[in-house]
């Protein structure tokens, strides 16, 4: 299995809801990323899992909140989001840090709105 | 400051030439770089890599090219079919977990 996978597809969402998005692999990697990708822009690191802790925030706002259950899911936790959070939230995995174990593979993402 | 730049927003080529797509950066610290071809609504999907230590690359269609001292490097696909009509992002890593991307080249390839 060489999938990244993510649930749901698409999420249209009122900024007082709480939410959450879900993302999985099975390839046996141990690292895990949040991405967020606005139209005509590059995908912009928030969150990153290694062995399941948080390694990685870049200063993302605590509106958002990742989890890490186990070494293959990972979940990120919505609540009172503005508008211009409005994106694509892309997921990916890795094996490891460093060289080809930073081959980062992606998930389809979920397209966020926020009314 | 960006440290990895894709200088050509889009690029248009006849199916069967060559398409080259450009990649330039300024963190001499990177030591791996990636390519990556997205669709619209898609996730990116992984293309081709290239350590430090190597100038080329080759996979297929796909050759990816490093010039260390230029810090530039290069993707070539040849020959170029309509369904590499994507989205190609060049991405640098510096030995963490962390990938640094650039803006992204629009490839259109015109049968």
């Known amino acids: 299995d060489t999938e990244v996978t993510q649930t749901p597809k698409h999420l249209v969402m009122g900024m007082t809801n709480k939410k959450s998005l879900k993302c999985e692999q099975h390839m046996g990697h141990r690292a895990m990323y949040w991405y967020k990708q606005k139209a005509k822009k590059p995908p912009e690191l928030m969150f990153v899992y290694s062995y399941e802790k948080l390694s990685i925030n870049e200063s993302v706002p605590s509106r958002f909140s990742p989890e890490c259950p186990n070494s293959s899911l990972l979940n990120l936790h919505l609540h009172a989001l503005q508008p211009e959070d409005s994106a694509l939230y892309l997921c990916?995995?890795?094996?490891?840090?460093?060289?080809?174990?930073?081959?980062?593979?992606f998930g389809p993402g979920t397209r966020l709105t926020v009314l | 400051d960006q440290q990895v730049k894709q200088n050509s927003p889009s690029l248009s080529v006849q199916e069967g030439r060559i398409s080259i797509l450009n990649c330039d950066y300024t963190n001499s610290m990177f030591d791996y770089f990636l390519w990556y071809k997205k669709y619209p609504a898609e996730g990116p999907t992984f293309l081709i890599s290239i350590s430090s230590i190597k100038d080329k690359n080759e996979d297929g269609r796909f050759t990816v090219f490093l010039n260390k001292s230029a810090k530039h490097l290069s993707l070539h696909i040849v020959p170029s079919q309509p369904g590499d009509s994507a989205v190609y992002f060049c991405?640098?890593?510096?030995?963490?977990?962390?990938?640094?991307f650039g803006a992204g080249t629009i490839l259109r390839v015109k049968s």
């Open positions: 991405a640098a890593s510096a030995g963490g977990n962390k990938l640094v």
């Open positions: 990916a995995s890795s094996q490891g840090t460093g060289g080809s174990y930073n081959e980062q593979f």
